[in-house]
């Protein structure tokens, strides 16, 4: 399992009076935000967390292929989803900047939900998609648009991350790859395995 | 019959918010014993999918379910901080599609199971059920049996992606070596 497709769901639900929490429940409550509060669907202390900061090992190479959040329209109280590598941000404005990234209704989670009027599809693609070289931490911030009330259920939102895990002998292929100026997707990894074993093979 | 496209799919009869096995897992359509491949089998999950909810119903009425992917006793979906989560959530991919629901995950690379191993789907149910309806969940696999598992392992070994298209490939790669004329002797 050297290459594993991954994902990530960020709510702002923890136990009431919580914050945050490690793991899921249905008794959960929506965690208070206030307007244009920022914070990490992994660390931030609001809603579904992990344990620490996602960050890749001198083994591992990720490459992050999808971002997502609930869309801000007159139905639903969205934001906006920013990916940060070490300390930069990766969206940003013409002027150089600071944004607060992709917003839901651009790319929208869940894909088809409902804006009071229409169903929401992506006008977003994240391609060409984001590296995570081995050693670097990442981050991926939420944005809220509106002000998010406690124990409320409409003010429930969420984020949606999709990437791929490379480790091991395929983070050193995809590395490999990147030198190479070629794209690192599942494919050119096999490719490149092949391209080795074709070489070996002529080689006796 | 060696490559089959299969499916598999499981409807709850009961609210559980426990993580349970949809093939064996003791609630809804079950099957006599878990799911394993034989030394002749090799198994790739195309696609994983369950019942979807959007946020806000995770808070009122509504229900969602997750799908993780078991092998022997490895799960597929971590997190970051590579503790196990509970999977794909239903809203990513959700099943059945539609309007409302399209799917953002894609299963790719797809998840190989090979000769020998266990494997198994599990689900857990979240959101405040009782009376939203019951979970469903949704497996679409390929079962290569036989001579095109073994195919599928020399592909695997190769580095290249196992599909139908890449073992007839093989194949033809076979037939093609076989039925090429001699070469010619040299004096």
């Not at chain 2, 679409?140 to 073992?167: F, H, M």
């Amino acid at each position: 399992m050297a290459m594993r497709s991954q994902i990530y769901e960020w709510t702002n639900l923890a136990p009431a009076g919580t914050g945050s929490t490690l793991t899921r429940a249905i008794t959960d409550d929506t965690v208070a935000m206030t307007l244009a509060q920022q914070v990490s669907v992994f660390t931030g202390g609001v809603g579904y967390n992990i344990t620490k900061p996602a960050e890749t090992t001198a083994t591992q190479f990720v490459v992050i292929e999808d971002i997502a959040c609930s869309p801000d329209d007159t139905t639903n109280q969205g934001g906006d989803v920013q990916i940060r590598i070490n300390t930069t941000d990766y969206f940003q404005n013409p002027d150089v900047t600071q944004m607060s990234g992709v917003s839901g209704t651009a790319s929208p989670y869940p894909r088809g939900i409902s804006d009071g009027t229409n169903n929401l599809l992506k006008s977003f693609d994240l391609y060409p998609d984001v590296y995570v070289l081995p050693g670097q931490v990442w981050d991926v911030l939420y944005t809220a648009n509106t002000a998010l009330t406690a124990s409320t259920t409409a003010d429930c939102v969420a984020a949606f991350i999709k990437y791929t895990l490379y480790d091991g002998p395929d983070a050193l292929i995809a590395n490999k790859l990147l030198e190479l100026g070629i794209t690192v997707n599942p494919a050119n990894v096999d490719w490149y395995k092949r391209t080795l074993i074709e070489q070996q093979a002529g080689g006796f | 019959m060696a490559m089959r496209s299969q499916i598999y799919q499981y409807l709850a009869t009961a609210d559980s918010t426990s993580q349970a096995s949809i093939f064996v897992g003791g609630d809804g359509n079950n099957i006599t014993k878990p799911a394993e491949t034989t030394a002749t089998q090799f198994v790739v999950i195309e696609q994983v999918a369950s019942t979807p909810s959007t946020p806000i119903t995770l808070t009122s009425t509504g229900m969602g379910a997750y799908t993780q992917v078991r092998i022997n006793t490895t799960d597929y979906f971590l997190n970051p901080d590579n503790r196990p989560n509970y999977g794909v959530p239903g809203t990513a991919s959700p099943y059945p599609r539609s309007v409302q629901f399209q799917p953002s995950f894609n299963l790719y690379p797809d998840v190989y199971v090979l000769p020998g191993q266990v494997w198994d789907v599990l689900i857990v149910v979240t959101g405040r059920t009782g009376t939203a309806g019951r979970p469903e969940a949704f497996v679409k696999y390929t079962l290569y049996d036989g001579p095109d598992a073994l195919i599928a392992n020399k592909l695997l070994e190769l580095g290249i992606s196992v599909s139908p298209a890449n073992v007839d490939w093989y194949k033809r790669s076979l037939i093609s070596a076989q039925s090429a004329p001699p070469a010619p002797a040299q004096d």
